[in-house]
């Protein structure tokens, strides 16, 4: 087979193989578990310029992205997870409690984690995307999910939906750690394009 650097198998193979590296590049980077946030926003930054078709180098984009958003990225991984797990712990703490206000407060309780993880997306990519001070863009991460509530919910069901078919299916586990981490942020960086559009419209 004739060797053809412009042909449509050579472009999909070299994707494929890019996405793969970019996934082991992100799981290292989030080896040191505090690095998760900048790692994610790193990976949101070339993931969302390559679905706008803007391309640009996928792995020199992501090492010179993690160390441009280092700071923001960690310090709004930091100040949201906490009380997104303190917010999951005490609704599944609620949830024991197995009575019918007890239920209801755990099911707010999840509804506020849930709306803190959509920010945290938000925040992750908005730092990838613009450059803009940490307070506003803590603030715009907190109004987006309010102007795009349809795409906002979106975006947590993408992860988890990957999460479940992971414990439904678990040959998938193989596939997660190849390139699903880079596949499913790229699915939903087309979801925080559609918004990012809206807003600038």
């Not at 989030?30 to 679905?51: D, H, K, N, Y």
């Amino acid at each position: 087979m004739k060797y053809n650097p412009d042909g449509q198998f050579y472009k999909v193979t070299t994707t494929i193989f890019q996405f793969t590296f970019l996934n082991i590049l992100y799981l290292l980077s989030c080896l040191p578990l505090f690095t998760i946030g900048a790692a994610t926003s790193a990976l949101f930054e070339v993931t969302i310029r390559f679905a706008d078709d803007e391309r640009g180098e996928l792995i020199i984009g992501y090492l010179q992205a993690l160390r441009t958003n280092f700071m923001q990225a960690t310090a709004s991984f930091l100040l949201l997870l906490f009380p997104i797990v303190a917010l999951t712990y005490s609704s599944l703490f609620w949830f024991s409690a197995e009575t019918i206000l007890a239920s209801v407060f755990a099911l707010l309780l999840t509804v506020a984690a849930l709306y803190l993880f959509i920010v945290l997306v938000y925040c992750l990519a908005l730092i990838g995307r613009y450059e803009n001070s940490f307070k506003h863009t803590l603030k715009n991460a907190f109004l987006l999910p309010l102007s795009a509530p349809v795409r906002s919910l979106g975006l947590a069901l993408i992860p988890v939906t990957a999460f479940c078919v992971v414990i439904l299916f678990p040959v998938v586990k193989m596939l997660l750690l190849i390139f699903g981490f880079s596949f499913v942020i790229y699915c939903s960086s087309f979801l925080l394009l559609s918004v990012f559009r809206k807003q600038h419209a």
